[in-house]
């Protein structure tokens, strides 16, 4: 009878253990996927890690697949009028690299919402980046004529007119006007400097990994 009894206390102490630990497992691993879930989470058509190519910069937006990009074409297809879903489809475009595609949709995006300053600086970086620094360098332009302080195109335009027109005294002027409007930006040294040193020296500016709309 004790041995009984023994046995029975010992099962239920196994069983109680295994199943205090199944519950701590399953805690443990929900609590984790809140976290990625809250870390990766995008509000449009998040992508998996497993899609995320190597040797991108810490931060970097993911990059969507060819699924991805079906499925955000389709939903712009049933709401072409929706500003807001053609400029995700053309950041999508930006993230991944793929400019012209980018510059397409950017261009639908500001028929529909022709005074936003931000979707003419990211429309203007993307030619920038398409080789095109004459059309950049108008875009952030006709941005600053709708909003002068707008620091990010006069930021981008600094880079642009330097390193696309290779017209340092463009750039200074630039430079000065970013001054004027935000003398404590804390990218104005730096820029100061790419304008003084040589270009061998300073190397070319890197697109940022945090926002579309800054080149460097």
């Known amino acids: 009878m004790k041995k009984d009894n023994l046995w029975i206390g010992l099962t239920g102490l196994v069983v109680g253990g295994l199943i205090g630990y199944l519950v701590g497992v399953q805690s443990a691993w929900k609590e984790r996927g809140q976290q990625v879930g809250e870390h990766t989470h995008e509000p449009s058509n998040p ?122 005294a463009a750039a200074r002027a630039a430079l000065d006007r970013l001054k004027s409007v935000e003398p404590g930006n804390a990218s104005i040294a730096n820029l100061a400097r790419m304008i003084d040193e040589p270009a061998s020296k300073t190397g070319p500016s890197q697109p940022s990994a945090n926002t579309r709309q800054r080149i460097f």
Do not use: C, W
């Open 47 to 168: 992508t998996s890690e497993a899609s995320q190519p190597q040797g991108l910069p810490e931060g970097h937006p993911p990059i969507p697949t060819e699924a991805d990009f079906e499925t955000l074409k389709k939903a712009v297809e049933r709401a072409p009028q929706n500003a807001a879903l053609v400029t995700n489809l053309a950041n999508k475009y930006y993230d991944a690299g793929r400019y012209e595609d980018a510059i397409r949709y950017y261009q639908r995006a500001l028929t529909l919402d022709p005074q936003n300053v931000s979707l003419m600086t990211d429309l203007g970086t993307a030619h920038f980046y398409a080789g095109r620094p004459d059309e950049a360098i108008g875009f952030y332009n006709r941005s600053l004529e709708i909003d002068p302080r707008h620091v990010q195109s006069l930021h981008n335009l600094v880079i642009v007119n330097l390193q696309g027109r290779k017209d340092a």
